[in-house]
């Protein structure tokens, strides 16, 4: 039960720091980010399922025309699996890694279909360039930290946790 609470907590925090971040003109991926966190910890199923609502609730709280969030956050839980299974978890300091990937990745998607909705020009290709570096450096520095972070309440809390997820099955922690 402790654990439903946490990724609740978790999922709602981070749709809303990025809905925050979003209505400041900012875009930082903090759901992607913890979309990523629960598809290594707890399996790609809960991954999945998480990031649908997660990407439905983004892009109708930044009331998007076309739901392309909702169709991109379920393909990182299977980014989250091929990292997990790497067995690059143990360490925080290449958790960057996976942090500039997610940001690039949704950094470009959300850019491609504004270039394509709105027409190009050079200011607003500069405005979406500097969105995607202020996304990478996000991703660099946030996201070990939230890793660390996520880790250090997990252990609080006595849950599962991301840098002990490499030793743990493939089955998902909520089929006991």
């Known amino acids: 039960?402790?654990?439903?609470?946490?990724?609740?907590?978790?999922?709602?925090?981070?749709?809303?720091?990025?809905?925050?971040?979003?209505?400041?003109?900012?875009?930082?991926?903090?759901?992607?980010?913890?979309?990523?966190?629960?598809?290594?910890?707890?399996?790609?199923?809960?991954?999945?399922?998480?990031?649908?609502?997660?990407?439905?609730?983004?892009?109708?709280?930044?009331?998007?025309?076309?739901?392309?969030?909702?169709?991109?956050?379920?393909?990182?839980?299977?980014?989250?699996?091929?990292?997990?299974?790497r067995g690059f978890v143990k360490t925080y300091i290449t958790q960057f890694v996976p942090g500039v990937f997610i940001s690039v990745f949704i950094s470009f998607s959300i850019s491609v279909r504004f270039l394509l909705n709105k027409g190009?020009?050079?200011?607003?290709?500069?405005?979406?360039?500097s969105q995607m570096v202020l996304a990478v450096i996000a991703g660099i520095l946030l996201f070990p930290l939230l890793i660390f972070t996520l880790d250090q309440i997990s252990a609080f809390l006595e849950i599962s946790r991301y840098k002990e997820s490499s030793t743990t099955t493939e089955t998902s922690k909520f089929q006991k």
């Open 1 to 85: 039960m402790t654990e439903f609470a946490f990724i609740f907590i978790l999922m709602f925090s981070s749709v809303l720091a990025e809905v925050f971040a979003g209505s400041y003109g900012l875009l930082i991926p903090f759901a992607s980010f913890a979309i990523f966190y629960i598809s290594v910890v707890y399996g790609w199923e809960l991954g999945v399922f998480i990031a649908i609502f997660a990407g439905f609730a983004v892009d109708f709280l930044f009331s998007r025309d076309f739901l392309l969030i909702s169709m991109i956050y379920p393909i990182i839980p299977f980014l989250g699996i091929l990292w997990k299974k």
């Open 120 to 129: 190009s020009n050079i200011n607003e290709f500069l405005y979406l360039l």
